[in-house]
């Protein structure tokens, strides 16, 4: 997938940091082929790691609250115990 399409499939879903599954769910493809392109993608200066699994095309990074809010999200599985 060409990063043209990936960017516009980003901003249309009004995603301004994004998990990896949330990657794969907007851009429709799978876990393998999404892992790859988040990899090619942040390693070539488009998409910057905010945290594992945790990302955000570069530019046009979220708001400091925004962005403070998914940093520190509790996973779903630790409230769960």
Do not use: C
Request: proline share 4%; aromatic share 10%; glycine share 6%.
């Amino acid at each position: 997938m060409k990063w043209a399409e990936t960017h516009k499939k980003l901003a249309a879903s009004g995603l301004r940091a994004f998990t990896d599954r949330e990657f794969r769910a907007v851009t429709g493809s799978t876990p393998v082929s999404a892992k790859f392109l988040l990899i090619r993608y942040t390693k070539s200066g488009l998409l910057r790691r905010l945290r594992r699994g945790l990302y955000a095309v570069e530019g046009e990074l979220p708001s400091q609250w925004v962005l403070s809010n998914r940093l520190y999200k509790i996973p779903n599985h630790r409230i769960l115990r």
